[in-house]
């Protein structure tokens, strides 16, 4: 199985920056895209960012200029670096994976548990 956990949520003014972590561990044969989506209270969960494993990133436009994401693939570990927040930015963070588990011979997307990120005005 694979498992995915986020860290580095937590409150922030308005303006202020956050890291966002994630961790992709267990059984892993293959580690495509990695991701982050959000979710805001009575809202539909949103693309954040992603990121392939080659290093090609795509954001959604509200983000674009203040977020950026990178990784480790030698680590499976994707960051999500936040900065110039805005109360709009208060949401669940949660991490995706593309990934193989090596008892699988297909691909499957893995999500983490979330990380709350509230920003404050």
């Known amino acids: 199985q694979v498992q995915v956990v986020e860290s580095g949520g937590g409150l922030v003014q308005a303006g202020g920056s956050l890291r966002l972590s994630c961790a992709a561990s267990?059984?892993?044969?293959?580690?495509?895209?990695m991701g982050w989506h959000r979710q805001a209270p009575g809202k539909q969960r949103e693309l954040v960012a992603t990121i392939t494993r080659g290093g090609t990133t795509n954001y959604a436009d509200s983000v674009k200029g203040r977020f950026t994401i990178s990784r480790d693939n030698a680590k499976n570990t994707v960051y999500l670096q936040m900065n110039s927040l805005k109360p709009e930015d208060t949401a669940v963070y949660y991490c995706k994976c593309n990934a193989r588990a090596r008892s699988e011979y297909t691909w499957r997307d893995y999500w983490g548990q979330g990380t709350q990120v509230t920003v404050s005005s």
């Open positions: 267990g059984s892993i044969s293959s580690l495509d895209a």
